[in-house]
Structures are given as structure tokens and as C-alpha cells.
T-cell receptor
Framework: GAGVSQSPRYKVAKRGQDVALRCDPI?????LFWYQQALGQGPEFLTY????????KSGLPSDRFFAERPEGSVSTLKIQRTQQEDSAVYLC??????????????FGQGTRLTVV | DAKTTQPPSMDCAEGRAANLPCNHS???????VYWYRQIHSQGPQYIIH???NNETNEMASLIITEDRKSSTLILPHATLRDTAVYYC???????????????FGKGTKLSVKP
């Protein structure tokens, strides 16, 4: 498809388990963002990639969170030793250009993570 | 923190215009106003953006006040499928690495009623 694809759509993890969430951005999109959305809240920024370079990871809540985009296309968000407070929807977005203010971002449907 | 203020909820009758306000009194001269919406269980969807002139596209119109401290998103003929949370976002300018990062607030939950 032509949109941003995220997998899995739903993930249930036991507390302490490691998880990996995948994002396939729109082909050719330079910028890629990860957001975390808790129930009833707006999305909150986690990290940003420009091609393969992670230029901002200021939103990652702890060192248990790690993201990569090794070839500048697919990205993976990894959460180690999951905790209940990690339960949220994780959204990925991509946009065509970097540094251009008038660029819209396209979002995937998200991965709903539930830690039990 | 989000740089915008929106009412938490609004109702609109189907077929009527929905006018969603947003205050952004601290907006900088090179920052754009963006609107996204999020329908239940989906990712946010881009609607429209503007700098200082009013803008219109197939989805909506954006009216920005002359001082740029507030704006209104207008859905001219709301349908039931427009029920969603609408986010007004001031686009962060080029700084550091997160060029173009979107900072969401809590948005306005618009309920379109038959």
C-alpha cells in the first residue's frame, strides 16, 4: 500500500518482556517520527530520524526505549523489560522532506501495546 | 508543552458548519499553524496548514487572525464521519534535529450528531 504501515497492530506483553515494533514509512520519505499516545491523550513525541540518522531522541522516556532505522527506510522501536506504564499506542509518521516547514506528516494506524 | 489552547469538546449538527477555534498567542513569525484530526482507533490525519493567509482545500478552511494569535478550522458541511479529535498544532521551526516535529495537545473532541 501507499501509506505508512505498522506491525503488529496489537501486542500483549508480559511485564519484563522485550518488544519490537515495526514501521514501514512511505517509500522515499526522508523524515520518520515515533510518537506514544496514552489513552485519552494526544500523541507525544519520542524520536525523529532523518534518513538513517537519529537526530532527536529527547522524547524517549527511559533507556529501555531504543529506536533504529539502519537503512533509512524501515524503523524499529524496541522496548526492553516492559512495564505497565509502557501500555499505549505507538504511532509512526513519515514525511517527504526534512527541514521544510510546510510538509505534512503521514501517520500509520499505530501499534497498541498492552503490558500485563 | 503544546503551544495551543483548544476547547476540550464541541458538538455540531450534521450538515452544519463546524467551527473549531484555537489560540496560539505565542506563535513565532516563522511558525505555521497545522490541523490534524484523529478518528477513533486510527492515526492522525493531516487536514490543512497555513502561515498567515486563509487557506482552503477539499477538506476544510483555515482562518487565521491578522495578529496570528488565533485561528479557526471550518468544516463547511459536517458529516457523521467527521466525528474525531481535532488537533491544532504550531509547527516547531527548524531547530536542532527535530525539524518539523509536531507537538500535540489534547485537541477538541468534535461530535457530529444527526
Amino acid at each position: 500500500g501507499a501509506g505508512v504501515s505498522q506491525s503488529p497492530r496489537y501486542k500483549v506483553a508480559k511485564r519484563g518482556q522485550d518488544v519490537a515494533l515495526r514501521c514501514d514509512p512511505i517509500s522515499g520519505h526522508v523524515s520518520l517520527f515515533w510518537y506514544q499516545q496514552a489513552l485519552g491523550q494526544g500523541p507525544e513525541f519520542l524520536t525523529y530520524f532523518q534518513n538513517e540518522a537519529q537526530l532527536d531522541k529527547s522524547g524517549l522516556p527511559s533507556d529501555r526505549f531504543f529506536a533504529e532505522r539502519p537503512e533509512g527506510s524501515v524503523s524499529t522501536l524496541k522496548i526492553q523489560r516492559t512495564q505497565q506504564e509502557d501500555s499505549a499506542v505507538y504511532l509512526c509518521a513519515s514525511s517527504l522532506r526534512q527541514g521544510a516547514l510546510n510538509t505534512e506528516a503521514f501517520f500509520g494506524q499505530g501499534t497498541r501495546l498492552t503490558v500485563v | 508543552d503544546a503551544k495551543t489552547t483548544q476547547p476540550p469538546s464541541m458538538d455540531c449538527a450534521e450538515g452544519r458548519a463546524a467551527n473549531l477555534p484555537c489560540n496560539h498567542s505565542t506563535i513565532s513569525g516563522n511558525e505555521y499553524v497545522y490541523w490534524y484530526r484523529q478518528i477513533h482507533s486510527q492515526g492522525p490525519q493531516y487536514i490543512i496548514h497555513g502561515l498567515k493567509n486563509n487557506e482552503t482545500n477539499e477538506m476544510a478552511s483555515l482562518i487565521i487572525t491578522e495578529d496570528r494569535k488565533s485561528s479557526t478550522l471550518i468544516l463547511p458541511h459536517a458529516t457523521l464521519r467527521d466525528t474525531a479529535v481535532y488537533y491544532c498544532i504550531v509547527r516547531v521551526g527548524n531547530y536542532g534535529g527535530s525539524q518539523g516535529n509536531l507537538i500535540f495537545g489534547k485537541g477538541t473532541k468534535l461530535s457530529v450528531k444527526p
